[in-house]
């Protein structure tokens, strides 16, 4: 049984089909790399398995179960954590309450998550910010935080969506190292990424994607070299 | 009964071209600046005080007022729109904020017209000759078809402006979208700033008006006036300048008929059930054309 | 690096002897303003519109929306007491409480709203205080009034109203600073900040919504009712005037949405100043009262207490 699953995923956005029928598994420990050019529909894909958008056709099954129509809230709380392309932190709250989000319905002590949340961003050499608001960092920042938030509630899927982008090179490394971890913790990883080669270097497997379909999926070498996938980069 | 139709029918499009213009000035002003004029009805009232005044102490009869308003409150809202929204934009949240601040703008409007014309409700006694028309079977007062000729000249030509010359299509193009139209070198604060003139303008001419077609006024009347025009805004769809117009039209309409067939008290709901229906059910308002927020 | 727990806990010492500081100081005045012969009706008012202030903040500050019809919870507040004191004999004892409990109703008759957002909600939320006004206004004479309004008869007991005005006050502030510090809190504030997101994250967003909008709705409810019996008589001219949004809003404003003492500290300076104001000048009380929040809005827009935070953000964690 795959951690997490989608069967025929289709979403329209009026005469746009940005996702067509596309067909996704992967298990713990798994790192599955999503590519393809702008408009793919990578993101969108993310949006109809984490709830953000009802997909108007096919199923999302997290753990075996069927999470389809879910609010987003209810298929968190299966363990879906996910980051975003365009950072969506709390502004006006303290990095500490930021990670506190998702973990404030845990029977946890207060002083407890404080303490994981303070653990956490000290791995992402963010402590010596916590009681700055969110809107005070640097973009490379909010993504690092944005990490973390998602590492909080400790999911078993974790979805990141470009982390790369916009990032100094420094942190780029620092975040892959991350991810690593996240994967070698047993985890299933979806990386969305424009930058190949850190997709061919942290995925076990690559699926690429084109105008919302599934144009190659398999193995970093399958991918590197299958024409389909060098035609859309390329174009024709 | 169906004389009362037809007199419900005649007043609706009367009273509804003069909501159509309460509407269509605060739908450009949002739909350009992003704020929301909570004080509009007291512009709107404020004319009304100017009429009465130009011919309680000239004599000058209200459709010389017409364009004197016109241009007195386009220079007034030049000089507003300078004092009070370069600072707004600076704030955290303005589209809010701006709600906030006309908030007080309208509280200060309103004390100052009862400053200077006490509670009491003022009319303007001029008649024009002779003093009502009969039109088929029923009797409208000549003052009212004025009104409405005049509603429909600015309309029309408040159509022909903004889709037939540059600035009206500048004006267009900054509600649809306000990003690109700096990146085409249109001066978006000159714009604005017009934008505001033009609806404040607006305003003020749907004050003389409202003096000719309602029996009264006094400086608590804006406060009608501004949910009227949210009721029409929202109806024609945020920032829909044509939607606006129908919908002050379709809204006169339905009021003036609740008067007819619903007791008094239910008849005064009906604006206030029609915005909470439209935000529920079509919040992109009547013509459906998807606006952005 | 110091240990962060032990920073942490320092901090919380600074903050709840604020708390303590501030919560004293208030108490004992207040307390002390009969026998002390003070203006007891100033300070009714000025606890009352701490009260409504503070209430609104949950709306506002921590939820992020602008109810600008906030006067209806107000309203049905002040007219169930009347209702149930003068038509069914209740004790006024049981019948504040079930003010609180009508405008709780009302809050959940109009949760449909939360889901709309910016000044969608703003317009709707005006509209809705027009219909209740408009529904009581022609509710029949034998319940409501007419537009004469309701006597309560001489059950005034202005001394006692005023303690329970300030039991009212007292129970509003610890519920917001016990919001302000809890996860509901934090949840609402995650929701307001990006709902979305929020969802995403696992929190409830409607339900959390609609908690905060509960904690908002029952405050100036019980705060019409014990006006109502202050004052010993309701209309609804009165107890719906937009001028109790207005002055609520901009209380709220005044001293800085998001904390729990920036609704306390814009509410005492606002209506210091408006009746200073309103001594000098009664006739341009209105007009003053209007160019000041144009100049609030413009010039201070995050209000007292939001401003100063901001130039000293490492302050945030001291202050309530
Ligand atoms: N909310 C939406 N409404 C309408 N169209 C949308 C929406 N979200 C996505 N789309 C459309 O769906 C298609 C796929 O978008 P998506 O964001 O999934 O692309 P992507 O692969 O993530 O691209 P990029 O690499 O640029 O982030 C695009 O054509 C986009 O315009
Ligand atoms: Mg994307």
């Known amino acids: 049984m795959s951690a997490i699953e989608a069967r025929g995923l289709t979403k329209r956005f009026g005469g746009l089909v940005a996702l067509d029928g596309v067909d996704l598994r992967a298990g713990p420990g798994e790192t599955l790399g999503i590519i393809g050019v702008n408009g793919a529909g ?40 996910r980051t975003f392309q365009v950072p969506r932190v709390f502004r006006k709250m303290s990095l500490i309450d930021n990670l506190l989000v998702p973990v404030l319905d845990r029977p946890a002590s207060d002083s407890e998550l404080i303490g994981r949340a303070e653990a956490m961003l000290e791995r992402m050499q963010l402590i010596e910010l916590r009681h700055n608001y969110a809107e005070e960092l640097s973009g490379g920042q909010q993504k690092l935080l944005e990490m973390a938030r998602m590492l909080m509630p400790d999911p078993a899927i974790v979805m990141l ?7 100094h090179p420094v942190l780029c490394k620092f975040m892959i190292e991350r991810i690593e971890e996240t994967a070698r913790a047993g985890k299933v990883v979806l990386l969305i990424s424009h930058d190949l080669t850190s997709i061919y270097r942290l995925s076990s497997r690559v699926m690429a994607l084109n105008q ?25 | 009964m169906e004389l009362l139709i037809l007199n419900g029918l005649a007043n609706g499009l009367i009273v509804g071209g003069i909501y159509a213009l309460v509407g269509v000035s605060l739908t450009l002003l949002y739909g350009v600046l992003r704020v929301v004029n909570f004080a509009h009805g007291e512009f709107v009232i404020a004319g009304s005080f100017f009429a009465f005044v130009l011919f309680s102490t000239l004599k000058i009869p209200p459709l010389l007022a017409v364009p004197l308003a016109a241009v007195a409150f386009f220079a007034a809202g030049w000089l507003l729109y300078y004092v009070l929204i370069p600072r707004l934009a600076r704030s955290d949240d303005p589209e809010l904020m701006s709600f906030l601040m006309f908030y007080g703008v309208s509280i200060a409007a309103a004390a100052l017209m009862l400053l200077l014309f006490e509670a009491d409700s003022r009319s303007i006694d001029f008649t024009f000759t002779p003093i009502s028309v009969q039109i088929g079977p029923i009797y409208i007062s000549t003052a009212r078809l004025v009104a409405l000729a005049i509603t429909i000249v600015i309309s029309i030509a408040l159509a022909l402006f903004l889709f037939r010359t540059l600035p009206g299509k500048a004006l267009r193009a900054a509600i649809m979208n306000p990003e690109a139209i700096q990146i085409m070198g249109v001066d978006i604060v000159r714009l604005s700033a017009f934008a505001f003139a033009l609806a404040s303008s607006l305003a ?76 529920f059910l079509r919040p992109s308002g009547l013509l459906g054309t998807r606006f952005r927020r | 690096m110091a240990s962060p727990s032990r920073a942490a806990d320092s901090a919380d010492r600074i903050y709840f002897t604020l708390v303590a500081l501030i919560g004293g100081a208030l108490l004992a005045y207040f307390a002390a303003v009969p026998v002390l012969g003070l203006n007891v009706a100033f300070h009714f008012y000025l606890m009352l519109w701490i009260t409504m202030a503070s209430a609104f903040n949950v709306a506002s500050g921590f939820a992020g929306y602008m109810p600008f019809g906030y006067v209806a919870f107000y309203g049905v ?122 969802d995403m994250m696992g929190v409830n967003v409607p339900l959390v919504r609609l908690y905060g909008w509960l904690i908002s709705a029952f405050f100036p409810a019980v705060c019409g009712g014990v006006e109502a019996w202050y004052t010993n008589v309701v209309d609804t001219e009165t107890a719906f005037n ?19 003492t920036g609704p306390i500290i814009g509410a005492v300076a606002m209506v210091w100043l408006d009746e200073l104001i309103w001594r000098q000048f009664p006739l341009l009380n209105l007009l003053i009262l209007g160019v000041a929040t144009v100049i609030l809005v413009l010039f201070l827009p995050r209000g007292i207490v939001g401003t100063v935070l901001r130039r000293k953000p490492h302050w945030r964690r001291y202050v309530p």
């Not at chain 3, 809003?249 to 998001?258: E, M, Q, R, T, W």
Request: glycine share 14%.
């Open chain 1, 42 to 81: 990578k993101t969108t894909l993310m949006n109809c398995i984490c709830g953000l958008y009802r997909p108007d056709a096919g199923d999302v099954l997290v753990g075996g179960e069927r999470v389809t129509g879910q609010p987003p809230h209810v298929i968190a709380h299966h363990g879906v954590g």
């Open chain 1, 161 to 167: 969506d470009e982390p790369f982008a916009g990032v």
């Open chain 1, 212 to 236: 919302g379909r599934v144009i190659a999926e398999g193995g970093v070498d399958d991918i590197r070299g299958n024409p389909a996938v060098i035609e859309a980069y390329l174009g024709t």
């Open chain 2, 204 to 279: 003020g001419v749907t004050g003389v008006l409202v003096a000719l077609v309602f029996p009264a006024f006094n400086p608590f009347s804006g406060a009608e006036y501004t949910i009227i025009a949210f009721i029409v805004v929202v109806l024609g769809g945020l920032g829909n300048p044509v939607g606006a117009l129908l919908a002050g039209v379709v809204f006169g309409l339905a009021e003036q008929m609740a008067t007819v067939f619903l007791p008094q008290a239910l008849a005064q709901i009906v604006g206030f059930v029609i915005l909470v229906g439209t935000i």
């Open chain 3, 77 to 198: 507040g002040a007219f169930t007491t009347a209702i149930l004191v003068k038509k069914a004999a209740f004790p006024l004892f049981l019948a504040l409480p079930l003010s609180g409990v009508a405008g709780l109703v009302l809050a959940l008759l109009f949760a449909p709203t939360l889901r709309l957002s910016g000044i969608y909600f703003g317009i709707v939320s005006l509209a809705l205080a027009g219909i209740c006004r408009l529904a009581i206004t022609n509710m029949p004479e034998e319940i409501t009034g007419g537009s004469f309004g309701l006597q309560l008869g001489s059950r005034a007991q202005p001394l006692q109203s005023f303690y329970v005005m300030m039991a009212v006050m007292v129970l509003a502030l610890a519920t917001i600073l016990w919001l302000s510090r809890s996860r509901l809190g934090k949840a609402l504030r995650a929701t307001r900040d990006d709902a979305e997101a929020a």
């Open chain 3, 242 to 260: 937009t001028l109790i949004t207005a002055k609520t809003v901009i209380y709220a404003v005044a001293g800085g949405l998001g904390t729990v």
